[in-house]
């Protein structure tokens, strides 16, 4: 079963997929998309031409486990998402998967410019693989 992974940022989404086996995220790519249907539009696509049966949605905690305000509007995507998609749309908790993805790409020694063109994939990925690992409902 393969799976779809976003990060919603507030100007760019990253997008990663998981093997067939459902056991190892890949980055996949990032968008911009020009509002909330264009953003429900693309994922559909991309969730279609992936075979992906499931998509799992970055929910952007607070450190002390709360929702503020980024939470609300990531809450509000995720409906969008729900009621526009054929596969289940679940949450996963992405505290500090931007700065985790970040760090990643500095140890591998990116330069800043190549870190922002993938930042957002990578960070994707990142949720997709803890979700994965933690063995989530498949």
Do not use: C
């Not at 696509?45 to 990531?74: F, H, I, S, Y």
């Amino acid at each position: 079963m393969r799976i779809l992974g976003l990060d919603l940022g507030e100007r760019r989404v990253g997008v990663a997929i998981s093997d067939p086996g459902g056991i190892m995220a890949s980055p996949l790519l990032q968008f911009q998309p020009k509002g909330r249907s264009d953003l429900v539009a693309t994922v559909a696509r991309l969730a279609r031409e992936q075979g992906a049966e499931r998509v799992v949605v970055g929910m952007p905690l607070l450190p002390d486990g709360t929702r503020g305000e980024q939470a609300r509007r990531t809450e509000a995507v995720v409906h969008a998402l729900r009621a526009a998609l054929p596969v289940p749309v679940a949450v996963w908790d992405e505290r500090y998967s931007t700065s985790d993805a970040e760090e990643a790409m500095r140890h591998a020694n990116l330069p800043p410019k190549r870190r922002q063109e993938r930042r957002d994939k990578v960070a994707a990925a990142l949720i997709l693989q803890a979700y994965l690992e933690a063995g989530a409902p498949l």
